[in-house]
């Protein structure tokens, strides 16, 4: 749904956005968004996991990009439901790579327009540890914005791409 338009009032836009992720539609809804109502809604995530330098550099090798540590992050305290290892957003990428492949990974990530995705309440992010090879089902049904539910709301974010 593209809400970019002049136009629109970027807090009613963010407010909309808002509400989809706090109540979880039906379906899946992409939201197209100016700059300014991607990067609030960004900032309104918690964030929990922060994607150190190391991993940064780990992705930019993977993707040819050049993102920075506070470009990319991973909310919610995600462990492999099976050897307890900690995810990270370099598996998340990882994951995201051998299920859509890189152009769809970069452009998603750097693509040409500010996107959020709110996901529906049974969508799950499927990321593989890396350690056991176990498929993580991460929960998209908590609301994302509360961070209060223990890390069980799952969202992840590029410069350019949230996934909530």
Same mark, same amino acid.
């Given at each position: ?45 918690? *964030? ?6 190391? /991993? ?5 090798? &993977? !993707? =040819?990009?050049? +993102? ?25 990428? *990882? ?6 492949? /890189? ?5 998603? &990530? !750097? =693509?040409?327009? +500010?996107i959020i995705q709110i ?38 974010? =590029? ?6």
């Amino acid at each position: 749904m593209n809400v970019n338009a002049p136009e629109l009032d970027d807090r009613a836009v963010l407010e909309l956005i808002s509400a989809h992720a706090r109540r979880r539609p039906p379906r899946g809804i992409v939201f197209e968004v100016t700059e300014a109502v991607f990067a609030e809604f960004r900032a309104q995530q918690p *964030r929990v996991r922060e994607t150190d330098p190391d /991993e940064i550099a780990e992705i930019n090798s &993977l !993707l =040819g990009t050049h +993102f920075e540590p506070d470009d990319l992050f991973l909310s919610g305290a995600p462990v492999c439901d099976i050897c307890t290892r900690a995810l990270s957003m370099v598996d998340v990428v *990882r994951s995201g790579l051998d299920r859509h492949g /890189e152009d769809f990974v970069r452009s998603a &990530l !750097l =693509g040409p327009s +500010f996107i959020i995705q709110i996901a529906a309440p049974e969508s799950a992010l499927d990321v593989v540890c890396p350690t056991c090879g176990n498929v993580n089902k991460l929960p998209q049904g908590a609301d994302p914005l509360s961070g209060s539910d223990g890390g069980t709301a799952h969202t992840y974010f =590029g410069a350019k791409y949230g996934y909530a």
